[in-house]
């Protein structure tokens, strides 16, 4: 019997897939800019059939590569082995809130807009927000321990995971649970899983923390002159109460939003910075105190009322809509201290118009975390060329103190600059631990290790 039957006869014959266009749709990451071979698609519908499903495919030698939302910026689900591809978007279900203990359980397959929204009935949120909610998944969003637009309030995605279930590679499930906030009964398994890309296990469902929504909101956008002034007013925002988005945007993306998406921003100055103030009394004051310490370029736009916020927010989420307008795009999500981020922005500006003077970078990110996301539009480089400006930019990141890498995982892309972030025995005591789960390195073998 062949891999693709006894596949069909775990999941059923409508949930296995190897029509070439289905597999070639699969196979390129979320930017177009990269692809891979895959051989068969298979969608498991409950933690037992992603349990068996692993187990045939390590038994038959076959590799594997998960796939969620497929919105990874890193070619995390580009295959490279014909792999066969193992879709989780069939677990979506979500269960009822607890609203006594603030949690909630659901699918790995669920989208976050269907967490939020099912969060939002009970007065609740959740910590975690990006502009992809509508197709990222929390299961791959606690793979890749996901920061995004509220990380300077809640955190990231591993600090909103308090238990889960997993598929180990030999087919084994693990069920992590517990119902005490307190639990110090031996290793921290729902952690191990965070963040290790799908490279030890696949999360089949997860455990999330939920939060009382704030009663009152307050946003504005603020225009600066030079980064300096943008990110010296940055640090004091990130320190105060209520503090709940801190965003950076550049010129260069407004204009391009402006005339793409019709969203001009309604400030000038050549940096931008969102900054959002939530809590239970009224955060005007608080924000207009702080704001009057800055060096404005000129007068800030202030959303008080939903409809004056979701305009201003509009500028900061149209930007990912536009990024593509020119093809796909070169992107480069990475992590810097705080006091480096004026000089990255100075020196990837040369590297860029030394290695591709007909692109434009365009840099946005949480600058309250120091996570930037410089993407590279109208980039033609492919190939070797393209390599040597990645390699570059990789490089002035390490020297200037950063990770290579920061929301988003390794993935594919940045597996050759792991070293850059991370001592030679950190990377040998992960490969120990990839090896003691999965010691034929058959699940999503393309990423994280060269």
């Known amino acids: 019997m062949s891999l693709t039957d006894r596949l069909a006869g775990i999941v059923g014959d409508g949930y ?7 597999l070639a749709g ?11 071979r895959a051989s068969t698609l298979v969608r498991p519908a409950s933690a037992d059939q992603v349990g068996a499903v692993l187990r045939t495919c390590r038994d038959a030698g076959a590799y594997v590569t998960v796939q969620g939302g497929r919105t990874s910026l890193v070619a ?22 607890d609203v006594t203990e603030r949690r909630i359980s659901v699918g790995a397959g669920a989208t976050l807009a269907a967490v939020q929204r099912a969060a939002a009935e009970h007065g609740l949120l959740f910590g975690v927000d990006l502009a992809a909610r509508d197709t990222a998944t929390v299961g791959g969003m606690a793979s890749t321990n996901a920061g995004g637009l509220r990380t300077v309030r809640y955190g990231n995605m591993g600090e909103q995971v308090i238990g889960l279930d997993v598929a180990l590679p030999d087919g084994t499930l693990v069920h992590r649970h517990s119902r005490v906030r307190m639990d110090n009964t031996g290793y921290d398994l729902a952690s191990l899983f965070v963040g290790a890309e799908g490279t030890l296990g696949v999360i089949t469902a997860v455990d999330l923390r939920l939060y009382p929504a704030p009663l009152h909101r307050v946003t504005a956008i603020c225009g600066f ?22 965003e950076l945007i550049d010129a260069r993306a407004s204009a391009l939003t402006g005339e793409y998406a019709g969203v001009p921003a309604p400030v000038d100055g050549a940096w931008q910075l969102l900054i959002e103030l939530a809590g239970d009394s009224d955060q005007t004051e608080r924000l207009a105190d702080a704001i009057d310490g800055a060096d404005l370029y000129g007068e800030p736009a202030v959303g008080v009322d939903l409809t004056a916020q979701q305009r201003i927010w ?3 989420e149209a930007v990912a809509d536009v990024l593509g307008v020119y093809g796909p795009p070169l992107k480069f999500d990475v992590s810097l201290p705080i006091s480096a981020i004026a000089s990255f922005a100075t020196q990837a500006v040369e590297l860029v118009a030394t290695h591709a003077p007909e692109a434009i970078p365009v840099l946005f990110g949480h600058i309250g975390e120091g996570n930037l996301h410089l993407n590279l539009v109208r980039c033609t480089l492919a190939s070797e060329p393209e390599h040597v400006l990645y390699s570059a930019m990789m490089e002035l990141i390490a020297r200037l103190g950063g990770n290579v890498s920061s929301e988003h995982g390794v993935g594919t892309r940045k597996r050759a600059y792991l070293g850059m972030s991370r001592t030679d025995a950190d990377i040998v005591a992960m490969r120990t631990v990839k090896a003691a789960f999965d010691p034929s390195g058959y699940l999503n073998p393309a990423v994280l290790f060269s």
């Not at 580009?78 to 069939?90: A, G």
């Not at 002159?225 to 988005?245: C, E, H, P, S």
């Open 225 to 246: 002159a030079d980064l300096d002034a943008l990110v010296a007013a940055g640090r004091v925002f990130r320190d105060l109460d209520g503090i709940a988005a801190l």
């Open 16 to 22: 296995v897939s190897t029509d070439p266009d289905v």
């Open 26 to 36: 699969r196979s390129v990451d979320h930017t177009g800019r990269y692809r891979g």
């Open 76 to 97: 995390g689900t580009v295959p490279e082995h014909d792999d066969v591809l193992l879709s989780t978007e069939r677990l979506r279900d979500v269960s009822a809130v």
């Open 314 to 316: 509009q500028v900061r």
